[in-house]
């Protein structure tokens, strides 16, 4: 039964990821495209943690954990260079 | 199956679908004002919810002490705002424009841009 809610939420995450996609190839600006970008990277951290209640193993979190680190550090960064047109001053 | 894992199952498929609406919103909203809200609120709702459900499992079915999940929870909680706030930056410094329904667009006026 379990394994049945974590199929179907992962597939509603994929979806949602395909939806961020569609985000990402039409957004009209370049935060539009970010913000896209911003939300697969959260997506697929909230995969990884279906994923890994899938398998009972713990070894994907240091992984999502990762990717949410990247994620933020990333966004930021491409935002002050919109802001500023440079990263580090 | 127990009644924890019902907690599981639900707040598993609970999460699921707010990360989804959040990705419908993305998609269906006009503007990027608008568009912000998806990700920033209903997706960070549905992560915690799927963070809750995985702690639930490895600390009450598992049996085993694990919190990376809460690491992780922690963590986004603090930069999803951070992240927002230098997006509606980014995009008020780009002059994006916003829908007519939208109320008090004479802050957008305000914020132009340094001539470089």
């Not at chain 1, 697929?44 to 990762?66: K, N, P, R, W």
């Not at chain 2, 993305?26 to 990027?32: E, G, M, Q, S, T």
């Not at chain 2, 994006?96 to 957008?108: G, I, N, V, Y």
């Amino acid at each position: 039964m379990l394994h049945t809610v974590l199929i179907v939420a992962m597939l509603l995450i994929g979806l949602a990821l395909l939806l961020n996609l569609l985000a990402l190839l039409r957004g009209p600006s370049l935060p539009d495209r970010l913000l896209a970008l911003y939300t697969m990277y959260i997506n697929s951290i909230a995969l990884l943690l279906c994923y890994g209640i899938y398998g009972a193993s713990q070894l994907h979190f240091e992984a999502a954990l990762l990717i949410a680190m990247l994620g933020f550090v990333s966004t930021v960064a491409v935002c002050k260079f919109m802001l500023r047109g440079d990263i580090i001053e | 199956m127990s009644i924890l894992e019902w907690i599981v199952a639900v707040l598993v498929i609970l999460g699921a679908l707010f990360v989804l609406l959040g990705s419908v919103a993305l998609v269906k909203l006009p503007d990027f004002y608008t568009r912000l809200h998806g990700p920033t609120k209903a997706t960070t709702l549905g992560l915690g919810s799927l963070v809750l459900a995985s702690l639930l499992f490895f600390n009450g079915i598992q049996g085993e002490l694990s919190l990376q999940q809460l690491l992780i929870a922690l963590f986004l909680f603090i930069t999803a705002p951070v992240t927002a706030y230098m997006l509606i930056k980014a995009g008020i410094h780009q002059q994006l424009k916003a829908t007519a329904a939208t109320s008090r667009q004479e802050l957008l006026q305000q914020h132009k841009p340094k001539a470089q």
